[in-house]
Every structure is written in structure tokens, then in C-alpha cells.
């Protein structure tokens, strides 16, 4: 019926105590979905050697992960989860838009090439209603705008030749619609003496995987795991600015792909500010930061949650002078990567997000930290607040000192 | 005053022989009464692998056992269709195995006509991945795998349908005589004590493990050899086909898959209290040890509970071995008139799940002859309604899981459950681990009877899955109370019983994942629930 063996087995350490259930994002909003526990540990139980079941609910998953790290028992819910997303959409095929939405590189490199144009007609009322009548793609839903320069454009080392080397894995977002984040990443590697190199890469996968293109995304996985194999092994760090994409190469590929390859990999993959705070304890960080008078929001990723590192950008953004951050603790963003793009899911999207709009006009901040470029599209749609990455302000407070 | 009814024959047990009595008599027409001391199957009829034997196991040393068993599997799955999984079988040769006794099996099959097939170790091994690798030889062969809950369900509902009575929970206290002769029985009922008088020209004990108790009350010495075996039940189904190992049968080698599980044993222990189904950890253990030569990786496998029954065998001149393994598997079906010249009582035991059909076909038989009436068997050609019910629950909205489950359980409650679900306003999955719905829940509880989740669980799977009720137990105790179907007396009561059961077998099995099972099913029935030790009952 489908071809896509799961290789995943921790469903059996499941003691059904719902703590994925109540973490999860879409279940707190809706009773649509069928919940992480559900559709992942229990449906992969009933279907053991037994007849497919396809459950059409699996589309309301956002992989983003909540329920992974909930677990008592250590279950890989998502690892389920996106295998049981893949069946179904290899049984019913994916949507048309369902295949541009997955391929972010794509339209990334089309986007950009015409950004102009594009970003205009995105933001056209006609254009919009067209989208939304033949694609599904909900009219009020803004969209990240996206860059002609983009980052490809005007950054090709490919090598570093510092003590410390970093492999810098850019990701669709960073390079097509933020490349000043992309920009920022380097200046800071460069104030603290590394050289910053951008090895071959494609999208990490995450939108495929999500969409259930589990083949496509594997595919995608397993050039990026070899592609930077050819730096860790010389020695080279690799570190990201995308949450999305750090837990890709973390965790998805690891447990996706269960290969060798891909354990090794993971063991070199750094979050940036996790680099910088491990840079910090290791005595290696420069931390010549000027004076920023700021009071800051941070606002946690799903996909930096579910990496299990804590909060590194409030660790490394406390470090400089005068800056107030605080954790806005928010819950899910709600656009979720691909899934706030999509019409049958815009209320629920809409819905999860309202927990995160409340928690950051707590805050009274100035302006929301945040890596994730997909929760900023959320909180831009959501909230009037200016959203920064935390490589942005970095660059800047290293600016400030350098120009005192 | 004691109730009393008039019948042609009363048989004694509710176990898959009973119920096979039962339906054979009411195929034949003749009026028939079935009692049974508790719920259907509740003594070794459902505590067993639910192996539906191809004859295979036993045809070196039991031909006749062997040419019956295979046999009655080809009859089985023609007449029980909704209850039976065609898995099919594989027979592994480990290198601990005698190479004399493979060439003597295939021989004896062949001999018997049992079609196995040699496939290459190679093939076996990615069929089953869990399977030794170290095997040297594998073959096919046809068992499969038969749900002994659905088998007694619908055994007696195709009988009850032809006419036929049955009282559960009624036990036999007395026999009725006269001079030489028994006329009949009183049963006892199980929650009122209330006395009933069945009076009939023939009484069939087919009491299993207590045939020897229920002959006692008509004066009859009988002894039977009651052979406690223990299981256990692994909590996912990690193979697609029974597996064996080929060699002389033996304990702890035999794994097979049914729904959502996969059930291993056993062992064999003599026992003189049919109701002993106590469980014993080093058994296990000692049984998972030597599963490990078919699935060396079988203590990584969570198992969820483990349980035991009592094999009711018998032979005339009583063996003296301790593990019964050498007493026939054959069935015994004794005359008492000429055996004991008690007239209108006959006893039918031994023999095998698989073998039921057959087992009562000799019983009526010889019942109906005794009491000159000749109507043929037919029983192997008439076939129990199927459980498949694809045309229903189209438009209801629920789980594809559950509706999937439905669909392939839900048989001739189809239409009431499915009218059910539509009045529902949620349809909302009570036992997640097994997909059950109230309206499944409410399709199977009687409507004069007792609310025992137990039963419950028998006739939907309710509460049999990893976490064995710790979630769904209280759920439908709660709903019972609140549609009225019970009091919460008798709700607090089911509850205590239901969870006692369960934690019963699971704790024997509780290490890892199963003993935090255990811990969070006494910490919601504990401490959340209050419910509390010193009321347990025994179970």
C-alpha cells in the first residue's frame, strides 16, 4: 500500500499518559486533530503487521516537536507522527499547493530572482483571492517578503582557514528572505576571530517532512549529511541561525534516517547562540559588547525547545551591557512553518497564535527576539512589535563597542 | 420457591466446548439450556494463544490428534470466518534441535496430508526479523490465529439465534436424580443467590477444569489432570505469522499474533484446584529464557500481563508425569452409564480449541442416540454470521482507527451500534490502546444483567492494551453511572474487581515500562480515585 517502512519502535515504552497530548499546540486549540498520541505511538501500535489505517487528522501536525520533549518515556511522538504524515500523503497524494509550500528552496530562488514583483502581487487583494480560490492559500495571510540580493548572491567562501571553523548551514529563510540575518551571523563569527565558510546545501527538509514528502526531504537529508560530513571531518563546526533547520540536522535526520552518517553529523551541529554560549564557558567568547539600553522580548521557537538546549540567546544576549531581556514564555507562534499558509488550517493557526500575542504585549518590550523566520511572519501578522533575530543584535552591540 | 425450567439437555460450562454442545444441539433442534458459574470463557477457553492448529505440532507423536486438529482448521475458517486470521505458520529449527526429528515431521505431515512448505532460512528471516538468525531450517504451515473471545460470542449467538438458553453466572450446586438416573440440575446464581431447577433428559458436562468437581455432585469419581500453563502478552504484534520450534512439543515456543498483540507460551504444570490461575515469576522467567532460542531479543519486548489456565486432560489410566506433556491431547468423551451406569450424564473433555467443533459433534452424537433421536450433524457446514461489516458506519464521524476496528468486530451489532454513534454527540474513543466507543460498550452489556467491566472486556477488547485499563477502566464506570445502565455502587464495585484483575497479571510482568504502568494505573485508582487496598477482592 506504501512503500515507507518506519524504522521507529519506541512506541512501545508508550504508557498512554497523555503528557504529549496536553503539550501539543494543535490539540489545545482544537479537537480536529486526533493528538499526537493518537496518531503517533497508538496508531503505529494498531497498524503492526496489520492492515494501513489512514487518518486524514495527521495533516493538523505540525512536527514542531512539543510532544518529543513531554515525553516521559522517551517516545519519538514526531518521528511517528511524520512517518504517518508521509503514508498519508503517499495514499492521497499531496495538493499542488502542498508541493510548492514544501519546496522552499524553489520558490525561494524563482521568489527572490523577481522579488520585486513578487513581493508586490503577494501583497495584492486580486492576486490574493486567486491564490486562496485555486490554491487554498488563505488571502489574509501575510507572507515573508523576499530578497533579489539574497544571501547566495553575495556570500560564496567556501573555506576557513581559523583555529575554529564554522560551516555555516544558512537555511531557505536566512538566504532568501533574511540574508541580513545570514550577514549578521558572519560579522559576529568574524568579531570573534572565525571565519565563516557555506558549504553546498539544500533545503533541510523541514518543509517536506511536514507536508508528508518524507521521500523528497530523506533525499534532501542525506546530500546535506553528506555534504557537510566532507567539513565536520576536517575539523569544521557546523552552526545554523534556524531553529527549524538545527533540529533537522540534530534530531530529524538522526532518527529519520537512522544512519551512522547522520549520528556523526548531529554530534557537530550547533545552534549559533548555543555555539557562542559553549565560545563563552569555554573562555573564547569576545565579549567587548557596547551599551544597548533596550528591553527586549525573547521569544522561544518550538523548534528551539525542541532541541533541548534551553534558552542560549537569553544567555548570550544577558551578556551584553544594559540589555533587558525576558522570556515571554509564549507557546506555540501558530503559522508553524508551511501549516499557517494553508486555508482548512488558518483558524486554527489563528487560535494558537492568540497565547503568544497575549504573552508578548506582557512583556511591554520594545522590540521581540526571536530565530524562527516563520514565527515572525506570525507575530507580523499577529502583533505590531519588530521582530529581530538575535545575530542581528549581536552584530550590532559588537558595532557599538568598536565605534565608541 | 426455586425457578424452574424444562428443557431437552442441559450442558454444564461456557467454555468453547459448552458453547459448541450448545450450538450443535440447537443446529440439530433439539431444546437446550447452557450454565455457566461465571462469564463466558472464563476458565481455559480464553486463557490460551488463541492458536488455531494446523495438527502439525502434534504429528510425530499424536496422529490422531494431529489428523483432527488439521482437520477441524480447514472446517474453522470456513464457518467461523469473522474470527479467525489466516496467518499462517512457521516451524523453526534452532541448532539446539534434533535433525531426526525435522526428517520424522515432514514425513508424519506428509503421511497426514498437513500441506507445509520448506522455504529458504533466508526468506523466513525477512518475513520475521525477530526470528533467530541462527535457525537452519523454516517451514510453512497452516495455523493461524483464532480470537477464543469472538469464537465463544459468536458461538453462542448463532446458537441463542436457533434457539438455544444460556445462564452465566449461574453454577451448578446440585444434581437432580432419580434412582439412577440425573433428571436435571440446580444452578445457583452468581450476584442474588437465587436458586434455579433445570430439569432435563441429558446432562453434558463439558465444566473443563471442573469436570471432576461437577461429576462429584452426581456421585462420579473423576479424575482429572488439570495442567496450569502460563502466557505472557507482548504489547505490540512484532511478527506476522505464528511462530514454532520444530522439535518435540515442549514449554515456551510457540508465538502467536492476534489483533494487536502477540501472545507467547507456555508451560505445564499439574495443579489440583481447577481454580488455580496463579502466576508465578520465576515460570516466566524461565519460559523467556528459552523463548530467546526463537526471539533472542524477547526480553527487550514489553510485555503487558502475563496469565495462566488450566488444561482439562484426562486419560482412563492417569500418567504420573508432573508437566502433562505426555497425556493425550485428544479429546474424552465418557459414557457414565456404561463408565459409571449413571444414566443422562455424559462428560466431554480434553482436546483442543481447534477441536471444539468436532469434540461436540461426538458429544451430541452420542447424547442424541442415548436418547433415541437421529438428526445428523451439521454444524461443519452451517456458518456463524461474519464480524466484517464494511456497509455500516460510512457517514458516522469518528476515529478511522476505531471505525476501522468496527468494521472488522462489529458483525450483527453493526446496525445498532451504528445508529448509536449517530445519536452520540461525541463519539469520542473510550479505551484508546484497543479503539473502543461507548456505543461498542453499550452494544455488548446485557440488559438484565450486571454491569462487570470484565465482560465488557471479553466483547470489545476494552482495557486489553499497554496500559491495561489504567485509562479506560474508570471512563466506562463513569459513563455507565451517568447513562443510567448502572448504580455507583455497583460501578465502584466493577471498578475494584476490574482493576484487581488486570494488576493481577500485570504485575508479574512488571518491570521497565510495565512496572511505570503499574505505577501510574495505582496512582490514578489510588490516590486520584481513592480507591483503596484493603477492599480489594478476591478476584
Request: with cysteine.
Amino acid at each position: 500500500m506504501h512503500d515507507l517502512a518506519c524504522p521507529e519502535i519506541s512506541f512501545d515504552s508508550c504508557l498512554k499518559c497523555n503528557a504529549c497530548v496536553v503539550s501539543c499546540p494543535v490539540s489545545n486549540v482544537t479537537l480536529d486533530f486526533g493528538g499526537p498520541k493518537h496518531l503517533g505511538p497508538e496508531l503505529k501500535r494498531l497498524i503492526e503487521n496489520q492492515e494501513f489505517i489512514d487518518d486524514s487528522r495527521i495533516e493538523f501536525c505540525t512536527l514542531c516537536g512539543n510532544c518529543d520533549m513531554a515525553c516521559p518515556e522517551n517516545v519519538n511522538v514526531s518521528t511517528l507522527t511524520a512517518f504517518a504524515k508521509a503514508s498519508h500523503s503517499e495514499l492521497g497524494g499531496s495538493k499542488f499547493r502542498d508541493l510548492i509550500l514544501s519546496n522552499a528552496e524553489l520558490v525561494g530562488k524563482v521568489a527572490s530572482t523577481f522579488a520585486p514583483l513578487a513581493n508586490m502581487a503577494m501583497k495584492m487583494k486580486p492576486v490574493r483571492k486567486v491564490m486562496e480560490g485555486v490554491m487554498g492559500i488563505p488571502a489574509e495571510r501575510i507572507f515573508p517578503e523576499y530578497r533579489f540580493n539574497n544571501f547566495n548572491r553575495v556570500y560564496n567562501k567556501t573555506t576557513a582557514n581559523t583555529h575554529r571553523k564554522v560551516a555555516y548551514f544558512v537555511g531557505c529563510y536566512a538566504t532568501y528572505n533574511a540574508p541580513e540575518v545570514a550577514k549578521s551571523f558572519v560579522n559576529v563569527m568574524e568579531y570573534n576571530g572565525i571565519e565563516v565558510a557555506k558549504p553546498k546545501q539544500k533545503c533541510c527538509g523541514v518543509p517536506m517532512f511536514s507536508n508528508g514528502r518524507m521521500k523528497k526531504g530523506l533525499k534532501n537529508a542525506n546530500d546535506n549529511v553528506n555534504n557537510l560530513l566532507q567539513y565536520t571531518r576536517q575539523g569544521y563546526d557546523v552552526v545554523l541561525t534556524c531553529t527549524s533547520c538545527t533540529m533537522a540536522l540534530k534530531k530529524e535526520y538522526v532518527s529519520f534516517l537512522q544512519s551512522e552518517e547522520a549520528n556523526e553529523l548531529a554530534e557537530h551541529v550547533y545552534d549559533a547562540d548555543e555555539y557562542l554560549r559553549m565560545l563563552y564557558e569555554e573562555g573564547e567568547l569576545n565579549t567587548h559588547f557596547g551599551q544597548m539600553n533596550v528591553k527586549a522580548g525573547y521569544y522561544a521557537p518550538c523548534h528551539m525547545k525542541s532541541q533541548g538546549i534551553g534558552t542560549p540567546a537569553l544567555d548570550v544576549l544577558g551578556l551584553i551591557p544594559g540589555y533587558e531581556i525576558s522570556d515571554a514564555a509564549a507557546g506555540c507562534c501558530g503559522q508553524c512553518g508551511t501549516f499557517g499558509f494553508k486555508k482548512e488550517k488558518y483558524e486554527v493557526s489563528i487560535a494558537i497564535g492568540k497565547q503568544m500575542v497575549e504573552a508578548v504585549e506582557e512583556t511591554g518590550a520594545d522590540y521581540i527576539v526571536t530565530e524562527c523566520g516563520m514565527c515572525k511572519n506570525s507575530m507580523h501578522q499577529l502583533t505590531d512589535k519588530e521582530v529581530k533575530h538575535p545575530m542581528q543584535i549581536l552584530s550590532e552591540a559588537y558595532e557599538k563597542a568598536q565605534n565608541r | 420457591m426455586a425457578q424452574i425450567i424444562e428443557t431437552q439437555v442441559v450442558v454444564i460450562g461456557g467454555g468453547v466446548t459448552g458453547t459448541g454442545v450448545l450450538r450443535d444441539l440447537a443446529i440439530r433442534g433439539i431444546k437446550a439450556v447452557l450454565v455457566e458459574q461465571e462469564d463466558l470463557g472464563y476458565g481455559t477457553s480464553t486463557r490460551n494463544h488463541g492458536l488455531l492448529h494446523s495438527g502439525s505440532r502434534y504429528v510425530v507423536k499424536d496422529k490422531d490428534a494431529a489428523e483432527e486438529a488439521y482437520r477441524e482448521n480447514l472446517i474453522l475458517k470456513k464457518i467461523l470466518p469473522g474470527v479467525i486470521e489466516e496467518t499462517g505458520g512457521i516451524y523453526v529449527k534452532v541448532p539446539e534441535d534434533d535433525d531426526d526429528y525435522v526428517k520424522q515431521w515432514v514425513k508424519a505431515n506428509k503421511e497426514i496430508g498437513i500441506p507445509i512448505e520448506e522455504i529458504p532460512v533466508s526468506q523466513a528471516l525477512e518475513e520475521e526479523p525477530y526470528l533467530n538468525r541462527k535457525i537452519e531450517a523454516a517451514f510453512r504451515t497452516p495455523d493461524g490465529s483464532i480470537d477464543p473471545f469472538m469464537t465463544l460470542v459468536d458461538v453462542v449467538g448463532d446458537a441463542v439465534s436457533r434457539g438455544a438458553k444460556v445462564l452465566t453466572y449461574h453454577k451448578v450446586v446440585g444434581m437432580i436424580t432419580k434412582q439412577n438416573k440425573i433428571t436435571g440440575v440446580i444452578v445457583r446464581n452468581h450476584y442474588t443467590g437465587e436458586e434455579t431447577e433445570i430439569y432435563a433428559d441429558m446432562v453434558i458436562n463439558a465444566a473443563g477444569p471442573w469436570a471432576g468437581k461437577v461429576a462429584e455432585l452426581a456421585g462420579i469419581p473423576l479424575q482429572m489432570i488439570n495442567n496450569k500453563g502460563m502466557l505472557v502478552v507482548f504489547n505490540r504484534r512484532f511478527h506476522k505469522q505464528g511462530l514454532f520450534r520444530l522439535r518435540k512439543p515442549g514449554d515456551a515456543e510457540i508465538f502467536v499474533p492476534g489483533h494487536n498483540v502477540s501472545l507467547f507460551g507456555t508451560t505445564g504444570i499439574n495443579t489440583d484446584d481447577p481454580d488455580d490461575t496463579s502466576l508465578d515469576r520465576q515460570e516466566m522467567e524461565g519460559m523467556l529464557a528459552e523463548g530467546m532460542m526463537l526471539v533472542p531479543s524477547i526480553h527487550e519486548l514489553r510485555i503487558i500481563r502475563a496469565f495462566s489456565g488450566n488444561r482439562p486432560l484426562y486419560q482412563e489410566s492417569a500418567d504420573a508425569d508432573p508437566t502433562g506433556r505426555n497425556v493425550t491431547r485428544g479429546l474424552a468423551l465418557l459414557d457414565h452409564q456404561k463408565r459409571d451406569g449413571v444414566e443422562g450424564f455424559i462428560t466431554i473433555t480434553g482436546g483442543k480449541l481447534t477441536t471444539f467443533r468436532y469434540m461436540a459433534e461426538v458429544t451430541v452424537d452420542l447424547a442424541l442416540e442415548k436418547l433415541g433421536i437421529s438428526v445428523p450433524c451439521t454444524s461443519h457446514e452451517e456458518i456463524v454470521p461474519h464480524r466484517e461489516a464494511n456497509e455500516f458506519f460510512k457517514e458516522v464521524e469518528m476515529a478511522p482507527a476505531a471505525k476501522h476496528k468496527l468494521r472488522n468486530w462489529a458483525g450483527p451489532r453493526a446496525k445498532a451500534i451504528e445508529s448509536e454513534l449517530k445519536k452520540e454527540e461525541t463519539n469520542a474513543v473510550i479505551c484508546e490502546c484497543e479503539q473502543v466507543t461507548w456505543a461498542e460498550v453499550q452494544s455488548v452489556i446485557p440488559e438484565e444483567g450486571h454491569f462487570n467491566i470484565g465482560d465488557i472486556r471479553c466483547r470489545t477488547r476494552l482495557g486489553m492494551g499497554p496500559c491495561q485499563g489504567t485509562f479506560c477502566n474508570y471512563r466506562v464506570a463513569a459513563i455507565a453511572v451517568e447513562k443510567g445502565v448502572t448504580t455507583s455502587e455497583h460501578a465502584d464495585q466493577a471498578l475494584r474487581d476490574a482493576i484487581n484483575e488486570r494488576k493481577k497479571g500485570i504485575g508479574v510482568a512488571a518491570t521497565g515500562e510495565t512496572a511505570k504502568q503499574l505505577q501510574l494505573m495505582e496512582t490514578i485508582y489510588r490516590v486520584s480515585l481513592g480507591l483503596r487496598e484493603e477492599e480489594e477482592q478476591h478476584v
